[in-house]
């Protein structure tokens, strides 16, 4: 079992900037990608960025350039820091980590947090 406790959403005019943060504890030696996700209402979940297993990052093409994730190994917790904020960014954000044991694959997802970009 993996524990995510997000943090960090809130109301931000455009052109602003929030930093989002993931906490995970639990059984967390088995990570193999970790990172952040977002669904807008009446649309699918997507993924914005994550860290792979190699310790690359995968960026969607909508956040390139604006949104950069980052880590704290001693922490076990990986941010979001989010600038040049757009009304499209406007969704509630998950943090997920995905678990491979025994060639299973197992994904974990926090609880969400807002994030609304709105003059």
């Known amino acids: 079992q993996v524990q995510l406790v997000e943090s960090g959403g809130g109301l931000v005019q455009p052109g602003g900037s929030l930093r989002l943060s993931c906490a995970a504890s639990?059984?967390?030696?088995?990570?193999?990608?970790m990172g952040w996700y977002r669904q807008a209402p009446g649309k699918q979940r997507e993924l914005v960025a994550r860290f792979t297993s190699g310790g690359r990052t995968n960026y969607a093409d909508s956040v390139k350039g604006r949104f950069t994730i980052s880590g704290d190994n001693a922490k076990n917790t990986v941010y979001l820091q989010m600038n040049s904020l757009k009304p499209e960014d406007t969704a509630v954000y998950y943090c997920n980590v995905h678990i491979v044991l025994l060639s299973t694959g197992y994904d974990y997802w926090g609880q969400g947090t807002q994030v609304t970009v709105s003059s």
């Open positions: 639990g059984s967390i030696f088995s990570i193999n990608t």
